[in-house]
């Protein structure tokens, strides 16, 4: 099972990697790449955030 509703302590980098590999071997368009590349982006920003640095 993916982590896909952990996002603490590379949580959101385990989810972002679950995410990229499901629609690779489902055969997903270019712009669902892109907006898991968004969400990455935002999860990895938030994470930072809660992290605290």
């Known amino acids: 099972r ?3 509703r952990v996002t603490e ?3 959101g980098v385990r989810a972002a990697d ?3 590999q499901l629609p ?3 055969g997903r368009p ?3 790449r ?3 590349a968004a969400s ?3 999860m990895a920003s938030c ?3 809660a992290g605290g640095s």
């Open 2 to 4: 993916c982590p896909a």
């Open 18 to 20: 679950c995410i990229l």
């Open 40 to 42: 990455a982006l935002r």
């Open 30 to 32: 270019v712009a669902w």
């Open 47 to 49: 994470r930072c955030r």
């Open 24 to 26: 690779s071997s489902m």
């Open 9 to 11: 302590d590379g949580g």
């Open 34 to 36: 892109r907006l898991v």
